[in-house]
């Protein structure tokens, strides 16, 4: 089965098109048949303005259109698109929606930060690592941070922050929804140790790349510190000439590190694995575990 997800966020807008192919033990293999990320960067208007600009609309109308295109040509079965921080933010998200859907035929369903925790969990990449341990899965977007804590397969909690990278970068993080992120981590986590960190989102896969490591292998607070660090001590246009990076990767992986880092220090977490899976994964599993359920 063919199956699409587009993932509207605040930074980037990605479309994920796999084939689902059960087998009769029961197992779902997932194949990745293209994955297409168009640097939107929606939350600059958003958290800046209150609203997306007529050009930023114009740039998410076309991306819907050549979205669309490549799931006729793939002959995707079924998909869902999803939008997150920016445009449930945005005075103007829903008529956005609406115009897509007319002129499209791609309909958007804008979620909140919960949702989008419960989807991210559909990946079901703690299942598949030691019972024995904690595990908390933080997704770093450009509006808001999803973080989730598992422990003996089961979920402790799921909670979703307005703190993201490209509100860090237009400083409209507060001080006070900082320290409310540092009590809501001390305090939920302190019983649940020791935890390992999973992370998920472009930022901490660029730094995964840089790292050298082998997959499956773990990063460490004290890198993820040292990168920071590192990082934070160039511009922008350095950390593209340094590090090759895109222009729209090299402005939010400072403060996504930061939040990488101050979650993995308030919960007591030395390493971070990451998997590079994310929402959109998570809509593909989704799309398919419903549609076994009917047949």
Known sequence: MILAAIDIGSNAARLLISEAAPYQDGTVDYTKLTLLR?????GFDVFEKGFIS?????QLMESMKAYKLLMNIYKVQNYRACATSAMRDALNGDAIRKEVLNETGIAIDIIGGQEEANII???????????????LYIDVGGGST???????????FKESFNIGTIRLLNKTVTEEQWNHMKWYMKTHTAINQP????????????VFSLS?????KPLSLELLKDYYRELSASTVEERMHLYNFRADRADVIVPALQIFVSLMRWSGAEEIFVPRIGLADGLIKMMYAEHAAKS
């Open 54 to 58: 007529e050009e930023k609309k114009i």
């Open 121 to 135: 969990y559909e990946t079901h990449i703690a299942e598949n690592l030691s019972s024995g341990k904690s595990y």
């Open 38 to 42: 168009i640097p939107l960067r929606l």
């Open 146 to 156: 999803e973080v989730t804590l598992f422990s003996d397969n089961h979920i402790i």
């Open 195 to 206: 935890i390992e960190a999973i992370g998920s989102g472009g930022n901490i896969n660029k």
């Open 212 to 216: 050298k490591k082998k997959e499956g």
